[in-house]
């Protein structure tokens, strides 16, 4: 998990209040990721940045919210408007945007909201 | 649709022997492929890539993956599993056509390696 952090490891929230879960870098990677995991349904990605200030939507991204105002930071925000956030959330960086650049993940935040 | 599928949920192995986790999949073109592993309540580690040539690729930990074009599948395989090796094995697919380096994931094969 060198070299991405990601905080807190466990949040737990009431239904109805955003959230935001923080991702930081030193790798020096253009592109981070933000995904969600749940069980038997893989990773699924929710949005996507390949530069500063920039950023797209992914597969899930409705609900959730993003920010790329530094290059090492990509802080994810889970809104009331998701109906199922309790997931595990994952960050991840590559180099580049360059399709053949494996991506490095954070060790993960776990989210429960009751 | 673009899609990855790992057929098997778990794949049980003693230790010593040989390992296979299989991994196929549907896309335009040709596409880069990947294996992550994920220990319980950890990220995800890459654990190798084919991206072009030889059809079978050396990674981590001793594991090796073979691409088939043919079959488009992507199996991972280790000569002599250790108890270690138990944990949550993932493919990946990067289609050459999207933009961005999205990757699409399966949805995972747990390895159990018993001695």
């Known amino acids: 998990d060198g070299g991405i952090t990601q905080s807190p490891k466990y949040l737990f929230r009431k239904e109805g209040q955003n959230v935001t879960l923080s991702c930081e870098q030193n790798?020096?990677?253009?592109?981070m990721y933000w995904y969600r995991q749940d069980p038997g349904q893989g990773l699924r990605l929710i949005y996507y940045?390949?530069?500063?200030?920039?950023?797209q939507k992914g597969d899930i991204a409705e609900g959730y919210s993003v920010s790329r105002e530094k290059k090492e930071s990509f802080p994810l925000t889970v809104t009331s408007a998701q109906k199922n956030p309790t997931a595990f959330y994952l960050c991840?960086?590559?180099?580049?945007?360059?399709?053949?650049?494996?991506?490095?993940f954070g060790p993960g935040t776990r989210l429960t909201v009751t | 649709a673009q899609s990855v599928a790992q057929p098997e949920d778990q794949v049980n192995v003693a230790e010593g022997n040989p390992l296979t986790v299989k991994c196929t999949y549907s896309?335009?073109?040709?596409?880069?492929l990947f294996w992550y592993v994920q220990y319980p309540n950890r990220g995800l580690q890459f654990l190798l890539k084919?991206?072009?040539?030889?059809?079978l690729v050396k990674g981590s930990y001793g594991f090796e993956a073979e691409f088939n074009k043919s079959q488009t599948s992507f199996h991972l395989k280790k000569p002599s599993a250790l108890v270690s090796d138990s944990a949550l094995y993932f493919c990946?697919?990067?289609?050459?056509?999207?933009?961005?380096?999205?990757?699409?994931f399966g949805a995972g094969t747990i390895l159990r390696v018993k001695s």
């Open positions: 991840a960086s590559s180099r580049t945007s360059g399709s053949f650049d494996e991506q490095y």
């Open positions: 790798l020096n990677h253009d592109a």
């Open positions: 940045s390949q530069i500063v200030n920039d950023f």
């Open positions: 896309v335009s073109g040709n596409p880069y």
């Open positions: 084919y991206i072009t040539g030889d059809n």
């Open positions: 990946a697919v990067r289609p050459l056509r999207e933009y961005g380096n999205k990757l699409v």
